[in-house]
């Protein structure tokens, strides 16, 4: 976790790779763990190699993994920022060229309350990686910060 402040408006970022097996129960323990140290500064962006809808599945992965992680998401008063902010478009953070599948298992996540520092997401394609960029786009007082994920 990268802690520290811009403008003077704080700010902990945590950025998270977890494996293809056992992807849910990994940032399910994680999130517990870092329970008391998740506020409206959090962001936990990264490849989480599980999506957080139904609509974002391959077949094998189980609806119910999908909505326990969604359910440990919600005990712990996160939010998908990205499903949140509004879009133009349904956009894809990983593509299997194998499978010719795309699916959304890279997120950002954070409390409720950070939403009203959020400015604007987007996907930005990478040719050089199976997996595209988010970046996020802050409010913070006259500046407006942007992060990038992955």
Known sequence: MVKGSMQQEEIAILNIYALNTGASRFIKQILRDLQRDLDSHTIIMGDFNT????LDRSMRQKIKD???FNSAIDQADLIDIYR???TKSTEYTFF?????TYFKIDHMIGK???L???KRMETI????SDHSAIKLQLRIKNLTAQLHGN
């Open 66 to 68: 999908i909505q326990d």
């Open 112 to 114: 409720k309350t950070l």
């Open 96 to 100: 299997s060229a194998p499978c010719c």
């Open 51 to 54: 999506p957080l809808s139904i």
């Open 116 to 118: 009203s520092k959020c």
């Open 125 to 128: 394609t990478n040719s050089l």
């Open 84 to 86: 949140t902010l509004p």
